[in-house]
């Protein structure tokens, strides 16, 4: 790994030309104000203070190598980063950038450091080709809402770490800080848990994966599919993302979309049948069977979680658990009786209270999808709102915290256009306006229920995305819309007409990097 440290120099810059009048006029999310002194800098470069690397040493892993390049020093303009006391009321990711006969940012916590090295980098990455003068400005800057969160779904295909790296790099570079990593589901398990080594060797790989949409009469590609994360690689990641202001949230499924698990321990199933891991996609009848010897199965699991996540959220799933299999058994019709349980649906809430509480002993937050609200919602759970916005309004008219990810905006995994030329994707349309026009707080709310809104959230779920091509072209431009609207106050919001302006700035920083990306043809033009 490249370690700056050793050299305490960033890079070279080659500014051509005079910098346009509005200095980072096509940055993304649009900061809250800019103010521009008026007198211009001249420079070639930037170098990080020695002090500032030895206070803040998560620069020191090659951050800024990844902004800058590795070109040799010329007349350096100095990079000092300051913490600074909180303004009252102010957003703890609120940040300070000033450019001028040297760069400070200054912010009252470390991510809101991170946020102004995002939007420097940005910046640069916009105008790295340029060399002359900038304009002498001072940025400030704070996000409308605190989660801002991009998922990503390995199960159905396995992605290495070198591109969840490039994953969290795109999300860094717009102010995403809520990474959602689901390692878990039917078709594969992809984390290590060194207690129970059959998750990995049996429950990671699966034979085959289905061609297209080809269920009926199925057809697989008879090609094996399987990887799965070591716990060494899970903590690089986490660093990774903790360096760029990126908390990672696991999801571990449950007590639906186990199959992969219940391939590998078949005895926390209902039936305890032995299944293959499966090679189609789909709602699967097999779930974990409600008993204690599973609820110690998935604590144990939960307990090696905790200990790679720092995250204080972490995501259980709780979706589309069909209860054929609960009516059906002997041990969960037990389990419903003992705890005086009316249906099944309690009987999924009581299973959800369980983990609720034993995350919460930990002291974790428990977050599920909507289907979590069903039977009971449990007391500390925070609300995953998928099927639409209702389970939001739900949550939060409960005084209970929700994540807007409404499929109709949020899911990525939709397509971009109805062209006929478009990858084969799952379904559904969400171009990029629809995601610029989404409001993440729904007007139903009052403003105390609407404070209960964290924020949002784009789904990439990777059926359909065996490439992680496939998957950049899924996320790019989209993320930037939802980064914009995650971003900027809704009276502040500029026209889409002016994104598609700014985003085509950004189209040179995917091309460069070899990000793929869907090429926006904005309407308006002639
Ligand atoms: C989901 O899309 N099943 C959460
Ligand atoms: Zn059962």
Known sequence: MYNILGRAVLVALFLSFQFPNLFGQNLIPQPVSIEQIGKTVEYNDFEIKKNTLAKFPWIGRDYFFLAWGTCEKRNAIEVELKLRPR???ESIEAYNLEIGKKITISAPSENGLKLGISTLK???????FEKGTIPHVKIYDY???????????????FYPVRFIKTYIDILALYKINQFHWHLTDDQGWRIEIKKYPLLTEIGSKRTETMVAKNF??????STPHEGYYTQEEIKEIVQYATDRGINVIPEIEMPGHSRAALAAYPQFSCTQKVQPVPGVWGVFEDVYCVNDST???LQNILDEVIALFPSKMIHIGGDEVPKTRWKECEKC???????QLNDVHELQSYFVQKIDAYLSSKGRTLVGWDEILEGGLSPNAVVMSWRGTEGGIAAAKQNHYAIMTPGSHCYFDHYQDTNKIEPLAIGGFTPLEKVFNYQPVPSSLSPQEAEYILGAQANLWTEYMPTEQQVLYM????????????????????SFTQFETRLKQHEPIFERNMWNYRKHEPKNTP
């Open 216 to 221: 009926n009469p199925y057809l697989g590609d």
């Open 475 to 494: 996320l790019l431009p989209r993320i930037c819309a939802l980064s914009e609207i995650l971003w900027v106050e809704p009276e502040k919001k500029s």
């Open 295 to 297: 609820l110690e199965f």
């Open 122 to 128: 940005q910046w640069h990455n916009l105008h790295w």
């Open 143 to 157: 996000p409308k809402f605190t989660y801002r969160g991009t998922h990503l779904d390995v199960s159905r295909h």
């Open 87 to 89: 303004v009252l009321g």
């Open 333 to 339: 019709q037990n389990t419903k009786q003992v705890n």
